[in-house]
Structure formats: C-alpha cells, structure tokens
C-alpha cells in the first residue's frame, strides 16, 4: 500500500465511529493493521476539504462541510485496542517505536531488582523521571520495593510530571546507561502524568495499591479520584461476573446503556444484554438503532458516567473491581 493511499485508509478510519473504524481495522492482515496505525498516529488535524475529497473517493458521499479528521498517537492506540482486543499488545508497540524511540528503553531489558539497585538512593523526582518511560509492571515492582515515604514522593511526582526537558531526560539516561554499562542512543518523548501512575497501580499489588491511595488522599483527595477514575475504564467491566452485572444494571439507566454501548466491545454488549430480560434487551438494542451515529466524545461521557457510579458502589461495599493482570485469590 502506498504511502498515499495509507493516509486515505486513516482519514476515513478517523473520519469514522470508533467502533465502526474498529470493525474495519480489524479485517486487514497484521502488517496493514501496523502500517495504517503508525500513518493514524501520524496524522493530525484534516482539513475537511481533504477529509471530503478522501471520502467521496472511498464511498461516494460527503460527510458534510466542516466536519475535520483528526488522528494522533492516542486514536491508534484507541482504534487499535477495539479492533484487536488483547491482541493489540504488539501492533501498540511496534507503532509507538515506529512513532518515536522510547528513553531508557535499554532498561525494559533489566531485572527490576537489578534497577531497583541503581536507583534507591536515587532522588524521587529521579526514580519518577525513569518510572515514567518504563512499562507499567517493571515500573509497579520497583515502587513496590520502596520504602511507604519513597513511594509516595514517586508517585506524587510522576502524576504531577508534565513534559520534561530533552536535555534533563539525556542527562539520567547517560548516567545510568554508563553506570549499567548499556549505552544507546534515545530519542525523549512526554512521559508521567495520572495516566501513568493509574497504569502502575493497575499491577501493583492490592496492598500497596490500597496504602498508596489511602495515604494519598489525605493530602490530595482531588488526585486520588482522578487516579481511580483512571484505573477501571469502561470495557472492564465485561470482568464482572453476571451477579455483579446484575448489581450494576440496577443502578445504570437504559438511556445511558443504549450511548455508552455505541462504542463497546461487541464482547460487552452481550454480557449486558445477556443480563437482561428479553424484552429489555430488546428494547434497548431498538434504543440504540434509534440513536443513529453519534459523536465519540458523547460516549465517552456517558461511559465514564457509568465508571463513576460503579466507583461509587465500590466504596458502598456492593461490588469488588476486579485487578487488570490477575484474578483475587480465595483463602481455605
């Protein structure tokens, strides 16, 4: 596929529903699904007479005037998960080093009991200077081997981290490459934020997930929700088991399932629907149909409306979220 007819398939993918885009996505071989993603991520804002010119020529009919595409790094990443569920793992990554080359990536390599050596008596904003580029679970085993002050210094410092200076990110790396006797050349990239620190405790384990926050909020409960806010989105909740479903459906309006489903999983959608009455279920699938195309932006409302109220019967004691990497252990 020509490099111009991969910036066509991404301005119509853009231009799309996520779920349909996703639907689409997900035909193509895994080496077109790599190549369209990386020219997604690539993409910025489309001027609409492009997007139109683009569109007629893939489907004969104008989307109507005004109406941009615009792609980035985060829409791959969002088309890329729908399409390939937990197959998206590798195509993510190969696109995100295809976009820019990831600092201290030299250390993905090393066991974490190895960093955690080199970077204990680090200062914090240091060690959350390096967290921050590594993935999610070697960065959660070293938190998890701080002591409870240091972690929560890190963690503070990484949710409060923004873009940090090339010159800053270069100088750490070359000292702990030098000092690890693994030198390489990287490219530095934005990292840290409440994304990160939501992505960390997501695989930390329970205990120091619960001390960290707890602590936390004390100091900065406005972050602490933010964070939690972060960690359970919207298609985990297909993890539920059909009591809990069943829990969550009592409390969750059918208007708001008929939105918040337009962009879900088709694995979703029947875990809902197959908790329900058939007429219900009905019901809501005519909603749905009756809704037509809606904005993206609309559905991300109302699903986070939804994360919201199962938070809140989280903390009532009636439901349990489930961990992203494990299932919880029963005692005899």
Do not use: C
Request: glycine share 6%.
């Amino acid at each position: 596929m020509a490099t111009s007819e991969l910036r066509k398939a991404a301005i119509v993918l853009t231009s799309l529903p996520q779920d349909l885009a996703a639907q689409l996505l997900a035909k193509l071989e895994p080496k077109q699904v790599e190549l369209v993603s990386i020219e997604i991520a690539k993409l910025g804002g489309v001027p609409a007479e492009e997007q139109q010119q683009v569109i007629r020529e893939f489907a004969a009919s104008n989307p109507g005037a005004g109406v941009a595409s615009v792609g980035g790094l985060d829409v791959a990443k969002s088309l890329v998960e729908k399409a390939l569920g937990r197959a998206a793992g590798a195509t993510l990554e190969t696109v995100r080093q295809s976009i820019e080359a990831l600092p201290f990536g030299f250390l993905q390599k090393v066991d974490s009991q190895n960093l955690l050596t080199f970077l204990i008596d680090e200062h914090p904003q240091t060690i959350a200077l390096v967290l921050s580029h590594l993935p999610p679970t070697q960065a959660a085993a070293i938190i998890a081997a701080l002591p409870p002050d240091r972690q929560l210094s890190v963690i503070r410092r990484i949710a409060n981290m923004g873009q940090t200076s090339p010159e800053i990110i270069h100088d750490v790396e070359e000292g702990l490459s030098n000092r690890m006797a693994s030198v390489m050349s990287q490219q530095f990239e934005k990292a840290g934020g409440v994304e990160t620190v939501a992505e960390i405790l997501n695989v930390i384990d329970r205990a120091t997930e619960r001390t960290i926050l707890e602590t936390l909020a004390q100091d900065d409960p406005e972050l602490v929700d933010e964070i939690r806010r972060r960690m359970f989105v919207f298609e985990d909740i297909v993890k539920f088991s059909d009591r809990e479903i069943q829990t969550i459906l009592k409390n969750v309006e059918s208007s708001q399932w008929a939105m918040a489903l337009k962009g879900a999983s088709e694995e979703l959608k029947q875990k809902i629907l197959g908790n329900m009455s058939k007429r219900a279920a009905t019901l809501l699938l005519e909603e749905m149909e009756y809704l037509g195309p809606v904005r993206a932006s609309n559905v991300q409302q109302v699903q986070q409306q939804i994360v919201d109220i199962i938070r809140r019967l989280e903390e009532a004691g009636e439901l349990t979220i489930h961990g992203s990497q494990e299932e919880e252990r029963y005692i005899e």
